[in-house]
């Protein structure tokens, strides 16, 4: 019975100390990781540093943690079009010009028949596209009552900046009679791949009999979609002040994309506190 008990006690031991000096395969790929960063420091060279943070794993990772990773990129590659085969690609291109990873932009909506108009993902200007967008665009048509309008407005993009100026004329067609409104806006713009949504501020004037002595405010906000070609649409809601008297807008358009130019028909509404000019319209926008 001793001697039993003996023996039992023996393979005790060396399984104890197979177990301790046997490597973890759950604490592997920490060990692992301090490897490589230590040959890196070894080696002095940031290039070992860069390979072996690519290359280490957190000793954490599951394979649940794993798919979560993989569903929350591709929920960003929905949003923002980011094609990770097209960035391990563009990484490799030997005749990249410019590497920016941001916004960047066609040239216009549906450019070179490509289903879409923004892109969040490393890119090159050699690639066809670019890290600005915009448009200047006229428009114009019946506002109810005998009296028309004319517009012009401008549009500059930087990523998610955006810059807009516009000028409203509201004309009596039988009477010599104008009223004149200016938009100077700023704002940020969310762009993916087929919308933009934006919210802007800004300061209005209006020229009309007092001359231009009726400065104002405006906040807004504007959607556009891109859903096929060659369509555009694009909805706004405006709201603010001018002078003493409230200033309410909405408009809606669609538009259809031959090359970088947009045609549009839709409707516009512009109320003041008492008045308001509503009524169709039609117009054209240039995109670059």
């Known amino acids: 019975m001793a001697a039993c008990v003996?023996?039992?006690?023996?393979?005790?031991?060396?399984?104890?100390?197979?177990l301790v000096f046997r490597p973890s395969t759950a604490f592997g790929a920490e060990e692992e990781t301090k490897i490589d960063r230590a040959n890196a420091d070894v080696r002095g060279t940031a290039e070992e540093r860069e390979r072996s943070a690519r290359h280490a794993k957190p000793a954490d990772d599951t394979a649940d943690g794993g798919a979560d990773h993989d569903i929350f990129g591709a929920v960003l590659a929905g949003l923002f079009n980011a094609s990770p085969a097209a960035n391990a690609s563009s990484d490799s291109d030997p005749e990249r010009k410019q590497e920016s990873r941001g916004l960047l932009f066609l040239g216009y909506p549906y450019e070179a028949g490509?289903?879409?108009?923004?892109?969040?993902?490393?890119?090159?200007?050699?690639?066809?596209?670019?890290?600005?967008?915009?448009?200047?665009?006229?428009?114009?048509?019946?506002?109810?009552?005998?009296t028309s309008r004319l517009a012009a407005r401008s549009n500059l993009v930087l990523s998610w900046v955006v810059f807009e100026g516009g000028?409203?004329?509201?004309?009596?067609?039988?009477?010599?009679?104008?009223?004149?409104?200016?938009?100077?806006?700023?704002?940020?713009q969310a762009s993916g791949h087929w919308l933009t949504a934006r919210v802007?501020?800004?300061?209005?004037?209006?020229?009309?009999?007092?001359?231009?002595?009726n400065p104002g405010w405006d906040l807004g906000t504007q959607i556009q979609l891109f859903p096929i070609r060659p369509l555009v649409f694009q909805a706004r809601f405006d709201g603010g002040r001018v002078g003493e008297s409230s200033l309410f807008r909405a408009s809606a358009t669609v538009g259809a994309m031959l090359n970088r130019v947009e045609l549009f028909g839709g409707y516009d509404l512009l109320a003041f506190e008492t008045v308001g000019f509503y009524g169709p319209m039609a117009g054209m926008r240039v995109w670059y």
């Open 6 to 18: 003996g023996v039992y006690f023996k393979l005790v031991a060396c399984a104890g100390l197979a």
């Open 114 to 146: 490509n289903g879409s108009y923004a892109h969040y993902e490393k890119g090159s200007l050699r690639s066809g596209r670019q890290p600005f967008s915009g448009n200047i665009g006229i428009e114009g048509g019946d506002a109810g009552g005998g």
């Open 167 to 188: 000028i409203d004329q509201f004309s009596e067609r039988t009477r010599d009679q104008r009223l004149t409104l200016v938009e100077a806006l700023a704002g940020f």
């Open 200 to 213: 802007h501020g800004g300061a209005r004037w209006l020229e009309g009999d007092g001359g231009w002595g």
